[in-house]
């Protein structure tokens, strides 16, 4: 599958980094460090929590 295409959930920067220059859609979910100006620039959402996730998910199905 094409990358763009792809939905990838990172805790750390460095996962970020590397998720968003694979051209992944990436969304942070922080655990030891909070997000920077550069991990939001770089993802498109940052979430509190994994069940923060999953209930977006599931509220975009159709």
């Known amino acids: 599958m094409a ?3 792809c939905l ?5 920067h460095n996962g970020v980094r590397s ?3 694979a051209g ?3 969304v ?4 030891l460090l909070p997000p920077t100006e550069e991990m939001k620039t770089l993802c498109v959402g ?3 929590c994994l069940h ?3 209930t977006a ?3 975009r199905r159709t």
Request: negative net charge.
């Open 57 to 59: 998910l599931i509220g």
């Open 3 to 5: 990358p763009q295409y």
């Open 19 to 21: 998720a968003s220059s």
């Open 46 to 48: 940052i979430a509190r």
């Open 24 to 26: 992944m859609m990436t």
């Open 28 to 31: 942070m979910v922080p655990d």
């Open 8 to 12: 990838a959930l990172e805790d750390s």
């Open 52 to 54: 923060e996730v999953a």
